[in-house]
Each structure stands twice: as structure tokens, then as C-alpha cells.
């Protein structure tokens, strides 16, 4: 966002902005995941910001369904923000938290459900066929083995 056309970055006025989409239930942030690792990756701790209804975006960027068939990068980032409103609700019901994780060499985990007794679900959000779906396998696989379970 850009103060007046200039080349200056007011940051104040974009956390003004969050804070009140915040409050007003247009967006709500996914806090990141910090499991016991057993390397030394760093974590990435920012949190992923999401609509709380994905319908909100679609509103907003004036689009509808052939749009979204013509543009499925566009289309697979609504669905995955649609599967994060539902987990939310689920991870409620379970009386858990829904978290991302993605670590310094881009491993990531679309969200994990993680349940006030330690136990979680690792889950990756796929849409495009076989190959994508085994390349989320393989993702959560490769974060499974990181993952120190004794601690």
C-alpha cells in the first residue's frame, strides 16, 4: 500500500487495516507451529493470515466460477482457505488449535491440528490430481521424520 501514490510504505496505516479486518472477523491468522525438530532448521514463526470466509475474496475480486476455472492457481488458494475455515471449525470442536508450519528450506505443512493432549494431525491441501497429492504425501512424510516425538 502506497500513502498518496508516493514511494513510501506507511506500515501504520496497513496494521490499522489488519487490526480492523481483525476485529470485524474479515481475516483471522493461522499462528505457526513449533514442534521439536530434530535438526537444526529454523522454524518460520509468522503467522498465515486467511479470510475467514473465502467467499469474501471472491466478493471483492469480483469473480465467479469460470473465472475460477480459468485460474486455478487463484482457485486452488480459495480452496485451500475454504479447507483452513473448516479445519477451524473442527479443531474447535476438538478443543484444539489449528497451526501452519514451514521451516527455513520451504519444508511446509498447510495445517496441523494440534489437540491440548499433545496429539496432532499433519495435514497438506491438495487440488490438481496424482501427482500433486503424492507430492503433499511426500511433504508431510519428509516433516513426520523431522519431528522428535519423545519430547
Same mark, same amino acid.
Given at each position: 500500500?502506497?500513502?498518496?501514490?508516493?514511494?513510501?510504505?506507511?506500515?501504520?496505516?496497513?496494521?490499522?487495516?489488519?487490526?480492523?479486518?481483525?476485529?470485524?472477523?474479515?481475516?483471522?491468522?493461522?499462528?505457526?507451529?513449533?514442534?521439536?525438530?530434530?535438526?537444526?532448521?529454523?522454524?518460520?514463526?509468522?503467522?498465515?493470515?486467511?479470510?475467514?470466509?473465502?467467499?469474501?475474496?471472491?466478493?471483492?475480486?469480483?469473480?465467479?466460477?469460470?473465472?475460477? #476455472?480459468?485460474?486455478?492457481?487463484?482457485?486452488?488458494?480459495?480452496? !485451500? /482457505? &475454504?479447507?483452513?475455515?473448516?479445519?477451524? +471449525?473442527?479443531?474447535?470442536?476438538?478443543?484444539?488449535?489449528?497451526?501452519?508450519?514451514?521451516?527455513?528450506?520451504?519444508?511446509?505443512?498447510?495445517?496441523?491440528?494440534?489437540?491440548?493432549?499433545?496429539?496432532?494431525?499433519?495435514?497438506?491441501?491438495? #487440488?490438481?490430481?496424482?501427482?500433486?497429492?503424492?507430492?503433499?504425501? !511426500? /511433504? &508431510?512424510?519428509?516433516?513426520?521424520?523431522? +519431528?522428535?516425538?519423545?519430547?
Amino acid at each position: 500500500m502506497l500513502t498518496n501514490h508516493s514511494d513510501t510504505f506507511d506500515a501504520s496505516t496497513l496494521y490499522s487495516y489488519i487490526d480492523a479486518l481483525t476485529k470485524m472477523f474479515v481475516i483471522e491468522d493461522a499462528p505457526a507451529w513449533n514442534p521439536y525438530v530434530r535438526s537444526k532448521t529454523a522454524i518460520r514463526t509468522t503467522d498465515t493470515r486467511y479470510f475467514t470466509d473465502p467467499s469474501i475474496a471472491t466478493a471483492a475480486l469480483g469473480i465467479g466460477p469460470a473465472d475460477l #476455472l480459468d485460474d486455478l492457481k487463484t482457485m486452488g488458494l480459495l480452496f !485451500e /482457505n &475454504l479447507c483452513i475455515r473448516d479445519l477451524r +471449525i473442527y479443531a474447535d470442536y476438538l478443543d484444539g488449535a489449528l497451526y501452519h508450519y514451514r521451516d527455513k528450506n520451504d519444508l511446509e505443512c498447510d495445517a496441523v491440528i494440534h489437540l491440548r493432549n499433545g496429539s496432532y494431525g499433519l495435514i497438506e491441501i491438495k #487440488l490438481g490430481g496424482d501427482s500433486a497429492i503424492e507430492e503433499g504425501a !511426500e /511433504n &508431510l512424510k519428509r516433516l513426520a521424520s523431522k +519431528i522428535d516425538t519423545k519430547k
